[in-house]
């Protein structure tokens, strides 16, 4: 598996690739690691872009290891537009997970590829809500992306 650990406005990011699919990524105070491959390479890219204003979605193959039911909140949470905030309790209906909004807080906290699985989009009813990549950081993306605390957009 390979990896690289690039420098970003929220912080260090590890991003790691197994097969030709970005398989993880983690929010680390690991030393600076050059990407390696062609995939780290564009990941890198793309995550620089991100973070100044010039990409809204990724472009890369992702794999992310998970079960049924997280797999089904991730494919929903990947459908937030950039920019916009959605309650866990409206992601769990999208994915067919009626009244079960703690299946969603759990699977966003165990998503591994918390940057391109958007989770930092997904909030509780009052506005806010944890992330994987603790509050510091979601206070980050969400201002790359223009977000404000307690706004469904």
């Not at 991003?15 to 990941?43: D, M, Q, S």
């Not at 100044?52 to 049924?68: E, H, Q, S, W």
């Amino acid at each position: 598996m390979d990896h690289c650990v690039i420098e970003t406005p929220a912080g260090r990011l590890c991003i790691w690739e197994l097969r030709g699919c970005i398989t993880e990524c983690a929010w680390v105070t690991a030393p600076l690691r050059a990407p390696e491959t062609p995939l780290l390479v564009k990941a890198a890219q793309e995550v620089d872009e991100y973070f100044k204003k010039a990409r809204r979605t990724f472009d890369l193959p992702l794999a992310a290891p998970g079960g049924d039911l997280e797999q089904k909140v991730w494919q929903a949470v990947m459908q937030i537009p950039y920019g916009r905030t959605v309650t866990a309790s409206a992601i769990a209906d999208k994915a067919g997970l009626r009244r079960k909004f703690r299946a969603v807080v759990n699977a966003c906290v165990k998503n591994p590829i918390a940057l391109f699985i958007p989770c930092h989009r997904v909030t509780a009813e009052d506005g806010d809500g944890s992330y994987v990549g603790g509050p510091e950081v979601k206070r980050a993306l969400w201002a790359v992306e223009g977000i404000r605390r307690g706004t469904d957009q």
